[in-house]
C-alpha cells in the first residue's frame, strides 16, 4: 500500500488475484480505493466466473481475467480495462 501512495500520480492499472498470501484480493481492493477512488483494478483467478469471482465483480473491479490466459489475451484484458470510459 505505501508504493501505491507514493505513485499513485503515476500508477494507471493494479492487478490483484482473489487469493493473495497476506491480503485477500477484496480486503487489498477495499484499501486501495480508499487510497485512490478512481484507481482501475484488473481481477485476475483461476475462479469461474459463474461462481466465487461474480461475487467479488460486483464489487467494483474494472475487469475480470480468467487463469492460465496467455500473453495475448492478459494484453487485450488491460487494454480493455484502461480504456475504458468510467460512468457519469
Avoid at 22 to 30: N, R
Avoid at 34 to 57: E, F, N, P, R, T
Wanted: a positive charge.
Amino acid at each position: 500500500m505505501k508504493s501505491i501512495r507514493k505513485h499513485r500520480d503515476e500508477s494507471d492499472l493494479v492487478i490483484l488475484d482473489m487469493v493473495m498470501p497476506e491480503m485477500a484480493g477484496g480486503k487489498t481492493y477495499d484499501r486501495l480505493k480508499k487510497i485512490d477512488s478512481d484507481i482501475k483494478v484488473l481481477l485476475s483467478s483461476g475462479y469461474s466466473i459463474k461462481g466465487q469471482a461474480d461475487k467479488i465483480l460486483k464489487h467494483g473491479y474494472n475487469g475480470f481475467i480468467q487463469k492460465p490466459f496467455n500473453m495475448n489475451l492478459f494484453s487485450h484484458e488491460m487494454r480493455r480495462v484502461l480504456e475504458k470510459k468510467e460512468k457519469g
